[in-house]
């Protein structure tokens, strides 16, 4: 437990270094943000008043002690383009992302471990040496390649999907999920590859170890020692690379929602950067890493929970 | 004369060796070429050869953990092995407890109580106490864990122990205390033992009777007088010499 509030604390501490420093690098880049809103015509009484007015005059550090306040509050600021607050814009596009990566994490589980133990367990048979052949091609596949791919598959060709028909979930869930699918699969793709041959070589190395000879000379089966002794600790490397993964999907999904059309962060991020809307910006960098120092922080615990020996020391 | 607990008649294992290309011929190497020898109860056997000499898998084929031609005929039940490294040969992630009581859940037969009972005591007979059942193994010193490989070895009573090279990655006092409790429990178990080792002076201090191996042959069997001090082939002369026992001259 003890171990489990150092993580979170880590983890505030990380939040708070993210977003000032977030809010420090648009302080300087954005320029004045009271001229941008009222446009290069403005007299300069009425910009400097709308200065004084949003607080632009005071020191920088106590404008970022009310931004993180206000946002805390779940008040993001107002966006320069679209006039609305952009609380409004994010928090609708939040459960598209967080349900396409949580999708595409599910579906790279699914497909890694099994495929892993079950090529670690028949090292250099057909099956694994086929196997292998398709990770190597498929590793080096980009996401939005594969989505490209799996467009052309299973929505031209076998018209599982209707490409570019994403439905919104307050419509219907279950057609949105059906929708989200197809993109996460192209996210999932790659890392399950990665992640099939690293369980592969960890289950292979684990089995070398002296332990491992020591369960077969106490009367363990072959099964025995890979389910009871070898597969925990082999998982141990893998569960940090499945947490980096989902770190990544996170990010990567940005592309991806280009590539099927889905209105998620990414694309607003996307869509704000080129209008130079840095409210919106920010506030979708800060979601963005929220989530991901979040879903750090859950692996570490329960990467915590696996290795007895992390959380002793 | 004794009862006899173990003979080994005749016995080959030969290794496929890894090939480079699929066009290879497939090539074997042979490690043991038609080892026969026999063992009594209650006897230390030194088994001493340099490295590659085919102790380790004349042990291994004892245990029947690899596949071998020939016959060995075992009059006692499930023969325990002890490791070299007491470092690698403890499950990491599993408490001494777990470790410890594994041989008697695979058995089965036995309720939670019994098991508990028989650990505790177990820990207690290798010098240790019930308060390392909760511990991981990183938490203990060397010496600590090849106790508690030696204590996972005789959970099940064997009557015969294959201790392979079994402190000579300990440090010198450690090495000491290691070879004491194996002669207290061969005594205090009725425990015959196959002492693997390449050093010569350990073995003398440990053992009844000494086989020397060389390239999967056994060169020499005898007491460990008559080997030491009255030995036969060259190849032992050459040994004891480099060793600096150098009794003969």
Known sequence: ?313 | MAEKILEVSDLCVSYECARKTPFEKKKSIQVLKEVSFSMEKGEILGLVGESGSGKTTLARAILGMIPYEGTIIKTIENPQMVFQDPYGSLNPSKKVGWILEEPLRLKGGYTDEERHEKVVAMLHMVGLDEKFMDRYPRQLSGGQRQRVCIAGALMLEPKLLIADEPVSALDVTIQAQILELLQRIHKEMDLSIIFISHDLRVVYQMCDTVMIMKDGQIVERGTVEEVYFNHKSEYTGNLLQSAGIDINS
């Open chain 1, 1 to 313: 437990m003890k171990y489990a509030g150092k993580k979170v604390i880590t983890m505030i501490i990380t939040l708070f270094a993210v977003t000032l420093f977030v809010f420090l690098a648009f302080h300087f880049i954005s320029g004045d943000p009271a001229t941008s809103m009222l446009g290069t015509e403005a007299t300069p009484e009425r910009v400097e008043a709308l200065r004084e007015e949003m607080g632009l005059n005071d020191p920088v550090l106590l404008q970022y002690g009310r931004w993180a306040l206000n946002f805390l509050k779940g008040d993001m600021g107002i966006s320069y383009s679209y006039r609305m607050s952009v609380s409004e814009m994010v928090a609708d596009k939040i459960p598209v992302t967080v349900t396409l990566t949580i999708l595409a994490f599910l579906m790279m589980v699914v497909i890694a471990i099994p495929l892993g133990i079950y090529t670690a367990k028949h090292v250099g048979g057909v099956i694994d040496r086929i196997i292998y052949m398709i990770n190597q091609v498929i590793m080096a596949f980009p996401p939005f390649f594969a989505g490209i791919l799996i467009t052309l598959v299973f929505g031209r060709i076998l018209k599982l999907f209707t490409p570019g028909g994403y439905v919104s979930y307050q419509k219907d869930f279950f057609g949105f999920v059906g929708y989200l699918i197809f993109p996460a699969f192209a996210i999932a793709l790659p890392k399950a590859a990665m992640a099939v041959k690293l369980l592969r070589s960890s289950v292979i190395s684990e089995s070398k170890l002296d332990y491992v000879r020591t369960a077969y000379s106490r009367g363990n089966s072959t099964k025995a020692v890979l389910y009871k002794h070898v597969l925990k600790n082999a998982l141990i490397p893998v569960i940090t690379f499945l947490g980096m993964a989902l770190a990544d999907m996170i990010a990567g999904s940005i592309i991806i929602e280009q590539v099927f059309s889905i209105p998620g962060l990414g694309r607003i991020l996307l869509t704000s950067i080129s209008n130079r809307d840095y409210p919106v910006v920010m506030a979708v960098i800060v979601c963005i890493s929220l989530l991901v120092l979040v879903v750090n922080m859950v692996v570490d615990i329960i990467y915590g929970l696996v290795d007895p020996r992390i959380s002793i020391e």
